[in-house]
């Protein structure tokens, strides 16, 4: 969970194909997650959310992996349109309460016609 | 839905000045807001906890006495940047918690420029 590195890694991909950004997550005692998505100049916008008792959670064309065992996240998006360009982090709570978030590095994702 | 507003969505000073970027919580309240500063190209780090009442708690690294913190009521937490130079220029951003803990909501970010 650690933000780190001065370049994001860039996913390209076709528009209608789907896409899957990975995160790994640094606290084992981290209860709660949320992907981000940025637009450039804005603010984050929340896409999807999981709590550690799930391994799997879906929402209108995403879906959210977590595994534990290797404190690993990713965020499918199917169907991928020019829309869904942008930056996207992973965040975990890991404080237990007050909803501290600690932001992943980001992976900026590039769809192309 | 919720609304998290911050002012000024973009600022420009001289280095030396200081500068207030407000939070605020729009239709709820929020006990607790988070400041997060972002470079370009570069993930959110959170800055500090701002709780309304009491003193902001910072993460190790924020000075405090250069990045005050001001939560004096449950809708508003202000960001002042002292004596700002050109390393501190960067898009802030802030989040707020609604009262029941459940949901975080965050600005649309500020753009400092220090020049």
């Known amino acids: 969970g650690e933000n780190v590195g001065l370049h994001l890694p860039t996913l390209s991909v076709q528009e209608g194909d789907n896409s899957i950004i990975n995160c790994a997550y640094s606290?084992?005692?981290?209860?709660?997650f949320i992907w981000y998505k940025q637009e450039s100049g804005k603010g984050p916008q929340f896409i999807i959310d999981i709590r550690s008792n799930m391994d799997k959670r879906q929402g209108q064309r995403v879906t959210v992996l977590l595994n534990k065992t290797v404190k690993h996240l990713s965020l499918q998006i199917a169907a991928t349109q020019p829309g869904d360009s942008a930056v996207y982090f992973c965040?975990?709570?890991?404080?237990?309460?007050?909803?501290?978030?600690?932001f992943g590095a980001g992976t900026r994702l590039a769809v192309h016609p | 839905g919720a609304v998290v507003s911050q002012h000024p969505s973009w600022v420009i000073c001289k280095s030396g000045t200081s500068v207030k970027i407000e939070c605020r919580s729009l239709?709820?309240?929020?006990?607790?807001m988070f400041w997060y500063r972002q470079f370009p190209k570069q993930s959110l780090m959170l800055m500090a906890t701002s709780n309304e009442g009491s003193k902001a708690t910072y993460e190790q690294g924020v000075e405090k006495d250069k990045f005050l913190i001001n939560h004096a009521s449950l809708t508003l937490s202000t960001l002042t940047v002292t004596s700002a130079h050109p390393e501190d220029s960067s898009f802030y951003i802030c989040s707020a918690v609604s009262l029941s803990g459940n949901t975080i909501y965050f600005g649309e970010g500020s753009w400092l420029t220090v020049v």
């Open positions: 606290n084992s005692a981290s209860d709660y």
């Open positions: 239709d709820f309240q929020a006990t607790t």
């Open positions: 965040a975990e709570n890991s404080s237990g309460g007050y909803n501290k978030l600690i």
